[in-house]
C-alpha cells in the first residue's frame, strides 16, 4: 500500500495546529445527559421499552417524594411558627394580665398618649376614646393620670381629645392629673389643660400654643422642563392653594383668618383650663413659643416639676398604677425583649 502523504505543516489548518482555537463541544442537553444515564443502567436481556418505562416510574416516584417532603417542611415551619407566635402572645398577655391581678390596693387609672396627634395616628380620637373611657369607669382607682409625651399634632383631634377627658372627668366626678415626659407642646399641650393639674420635668418641652400650615411654591419649575399646567375649576377660590401658580393674596389672607380662628379656639381652651394660674401676658403666652418646664411652672403654664411616683403619693394618694394604655402586640413584644436584654447586661439593675 502507498503512503498516504502528509500535509507539510505550513498547509495545515490553522485550528489544526492551534488546538485552543478550536470551537468549544456542544453543551450537553438535559435529554442527552438523561439518555446516557439510562444507557449505564441498561441490561441486555431487558427489553429498553421496559428498562424506560421503569426509568420514568421511578422518576415519578422520586418526584412525589420530593413533593412530600417540601410539604412536610413547609407544615412543620407553619406550625412551629404558630406556636412560637402563640408562646409569644401568651408569654406578652400572661405579664399584663398578672400586672393587673397583682394590683391589690387602690391605684390611679393611667392612659398613655405618646406620638404624633392625627386620624390614623397613635394619638386619636378613635384610638384613645375607649381608654379615656375605661380609666374614668374604674370605680376603684383613685384618680386618672394621663402621661403626655407629643409634640403636637392636628386641632381637631387635639380638640376633641380635650374636650373627651372634660366630658368624662364631669360625668364620673374623678380628678384628672396630667404628667408630661419629654414633649407637651401644641395639640399635646392643648389636650393637656383638660386635667386638673399639670407636671412635667425640669427639662420637658412646654408650649407652643400657635397654629401653622405650610406648603411649597413650585410656579418656576414647570416652564423650565417645558410642561404647561392646565386646571379646571368652578369656584373662585377651588385653586386657591395650587403650589405650581403664584401665590394669591387673597387666598392667603383668608388662611391666615383661618388660622387666627384656630389660635383663638386654642387660647381659648388654655385660659379656661388653667384659669388665674398664668401669670404672663397673652404677648408671651400665646405667641406660639416654647419653654422648658421649669420656665413653664414660672409662666403658669404648669403647676410643678414632678415625677410619677411623686404625683401618684401627692395628688393621688396612691402607689400602683393600673395602665389601660392599648399598645400593639409587636410594640408590647419589642419593649419586653429590650427589657430582657437590658436585663442581661446588666443583672444588678432594674
Not at 428498562?51 to 417542611?73: G, I, P, S, V
Not at 391581678?101 to 376614646?129: N, S
Not at 384628672?176 to 415626659?181: F, N, P, Q
Not at 403650589?243 to 385660659?271: C, W, Y
Request: net charge neutral.
Amino acid at each position: 500500500m502507498e503512503p498516504t502523504p502528509s500535509t507539510p505543516p505550513d498547509q495545515q489548518p490553522e485550528n489544526v495546529s492551534k488546538p485552543w482555537l478550536q470551537p468549544p463541544p456542544a453543551p450537553q442537553t438535559e435529554e442527552r445527559r438523561e439518555s446516557e444515564r439510562r444507557k449505564d443502567f441498561r441490561r441486555s436481556d431487558i427489553p429498553d421499552a421496559l428498562m424506560d418505562r421503569m426509568f420514568d416510574l421511578n422518576e415519578q416516584t422520586l418526584a412525589l417524594r420530593r413533593k412530600e417532603l417540601n410539604w412536610r417542611n413547609i407544615k412543620f415551619t407553619l406550625i412551629g411558627g404558630f406556636f412560637l407566635i402563640t408562646t409569644l402572645w401568651y408569654m406578652v398577655s400572661f405579664q399584663e394580665i398578672r400586672n393587673k391581678l397583682e394590683i391589690t390596693g387602690p391605684y390611679a387609672a393611667q392612659v398613655l398618649l405618646t406620638g404624633d396627634i392625627g386620624p390614623g395616628g397613635p394619638i386619636a380620637i378613635d384610638r384613645v376614646e375607649n381608654q379615656l373611657d375605661s380609666a374614668f369607669k374604674d370605680a376603684r382607682a383613685t384618680c386618672v393620670l394621663l402621661v403626655i409625651n407629643s409634640p403636637g399634632g392636628t386641632p381637631v383631634q387635639a380638640g376633641l381629645i380635650h374636650d373627651r377627658v372634660l366630658h368624662l372627668k364631669e360625668k364620673h366626678k374623678k380628678k384628672t392629673i396630667v404628667l408630661a415626659r419629654d414633649y407637651m407642646a401644641s395639640g399635646g399641650y392643648m389636650i393637656g389643660v383638660a386635667g386638673d393639674q399639670i407636671y412635667a420635668d425640669g427639662s420637658s418641652i412646654i408650649g407652643s400654643i400657635g397654629v401653622i400650615s405650610a406648603s411649597f411654591g413650585f410656579q418656576d419649575v414647570l416652564p423650565k422642563v417645558g410642561i404647561e399646567r392646565r386646571v379646571l375649576a368652578a369656584g373662585s377660590s377651588k385653586n386657591g392653594g395650587d403650589p405650581f401658580v403664584k401665590q394669591n393674596a387673597e387666598h392667603t389672607d383668608k388662611m391666615r383668618g383661618i388660622l387666627d380662628t384656630m389660635h383663638q379656639q386654642f387660647i381659648s381652651k388654655v385660659k379656661t383650663g388653667r384659669g388665674d394660674r398664668l401669670k404672663a401676658s397673652d404677648e408671651v403666652l400665646f405667641n406660639a413659643d416654647v419653654w422648658t418646664g421649669s420656665r413653664a411652672v414660672e409662666l403658669g403654664l404648669i403647676d410643678g416639676l414632678k415625677d410619677a411616683p411623686s404625683v401618684l403619693a401627692e395628688d393621688c394618694g396612691v402607689e400602683q398604677v393600673k395602665d389601660y394604655s392599648k399598645r400593639d402586640f409587636l410594640t408590647t413584644l419589642t419593649q419586653r425583649f429590650g427589657s430582657a436584654v437590658r436585663a442581661l447586661q446588666h443583672p444588678n439593675f432594674y
